[in-house]
């Protein structure tokens, strides 16, 4: 481990004189790629640089244990203690640190909500969820749009699309993907009995052109007139579209802007995540003969999480997790949940590298 975490501070001295080069500044896209790499090693190298410092002042404190003041020995015999605790901490951080980057971390995300089995009941469970997820993002400050949405006459959401835009959202979002379960007593219920009802999360990374290129010529482009709930007419153009992607069968519709140019370019975004997706589960599949894939496969049709609304609880089913704070979780109030699966997918890394 020490080997490679000086190859990496070596690598950030590199990327630290390239950026104080002059002839780097005229050239702004070599200075970006330049400039995130160095931004993605710099936590790694002050980690490193920290638990170098401290494996000195241990040596130091060692030699003061040689002096022939008592005093000076107990001193450092005390500072010695609290030492080896830093020490054992910052290896632990280190440990984790230096484990395999998943690339799309730093993306923005594209969230696909979809109602399941419960009728109008998991639609408007669905839009809760949306909000759920929209409260978090705000309080972190990630911005929010909706791309898409299919709203039920009674506030629901038979699908609802938004794009999360902020640093780190894949990295927080990535293990909510999977089947969604609430068990409560629909507004719609009126002998009081528990209903369970079922929404479908998606978590898609958001691809860059140069990462998915769309070639024109594979797309088929429909246009047709927006409606909204009860087929009431939303405006009189053909502003809504959707985009087929011919080789995968893939289609995606946009409908929610009165710009037909600015559907199309929502679409394509969608289009752009889910090719991605597509082919980066490909990529896992390959190789998950030989790797585990940490805390469940995000699979779809993977039941992750139930939302117990009158015992107010909520349960993450992959570690086991309850929690009785279900009202501060649907005001978006996730970072408890978001933790302990951070924490448990690096567990199952270290123990795969291990």
């Known amino acids: 481990m020490l080997e490679k975490l000086a190859e990496v501070e070596k690598r950030y001295e590199q990327l630290e004189h390239l950026l104080s080069d002059p002839q780097l500044l005229g050239k702004q896209k070599e200075y970006s790629r330049v400039a995130k790499e160095r931004a ?11 638990w170098k410092k401290t494996e000195q002042e241990i040596l130091d404190n060692r030699e003061l244990l040689k002096e022939k003041d008592e005093a000076i020995r107990e001193l450092a015999k005390e500072e010695l203690s609290a030492l080896r ?28 909500i979809r109602a399941g089995t419960g009728g109008e009941e998991a639609a408007l469970f669905a839009a809760q969820l949306f909000r759920m997820y929209s409260r978090y993002a705000e309080s972190r400050g990630w911005r929010v749009e909706v791309m898409s949405s299919n ?16 640093r780190g959202a894949y990295s927080r979002l990535k293990f909510e993907g999977g089947v969604h379960r609430v068990q409560r007593v629909p507004v719609t219920e009126a002998s009081g009995r528990i ?62 802007e009165k710009s037909q140019h600015k559907n199309k ?24 003969a030989t790797r585990k894939l940490m805390v469940g496969s995000g699979d779809r049709s993977e039941r992750i999480r139930t939302y117990n609304f009158p015992q107010g609880r909520v ?24 933790e302990e699966l951070v924490t448990h997918h690096q567990a199952e890394a270290l123990q795969a590298t291990a």
């Open 265 to 288: 370019a929502k679409a394509l975004k969608i289009l752009r995540a889910r090719l991605l997706e597509k082919k980066q589960q490909e990529q896992r599949s390959e190789i998950a």
């Open 315 to 338: 349960t993450d089913h992959r570690i086991n997790l309850t929690l009785y704070k279900l009202d501060r979780i649907m005001e978006g109030e996730l970072d408890e949940v978001v």
């Open 151 to 166: 709203p039920t006459g009674l506030g629901g959401f038979k699908e609802i699309i938004g794009l999360i835009e902020g």
């Open 195 to 256: 209903h369970t009802s079922a929404v479908t999360v998606a978590v898609l990374a958001e691809a860059d052109e140069v990462e998915v290129e769309v070639d024109p010529k594979d797309l088929r482009i429909d246009v047709f007139r927006s409606s909204g709930p009860g087929g009431q007419s939303v405006n009189t153009t053909d502003s809504a579209v959707r985009v087929t992607h011919l080789p995968t069968a893939l289609v995606v519709t946009c409908q929610d």
């Open 40 to 50: 993605e090693l710099e936590e790694i190298v002050g980690c490193y640089r920290e």
């Open 85 to 112: 605790e830093k020490k054992d901490s910052l290896e632990e951080r280190l440990k984790i640190l230096i484990l395999p980057k998943d690339p799309n971390d730093t993306k923005n995300v594209i969230l696909e």
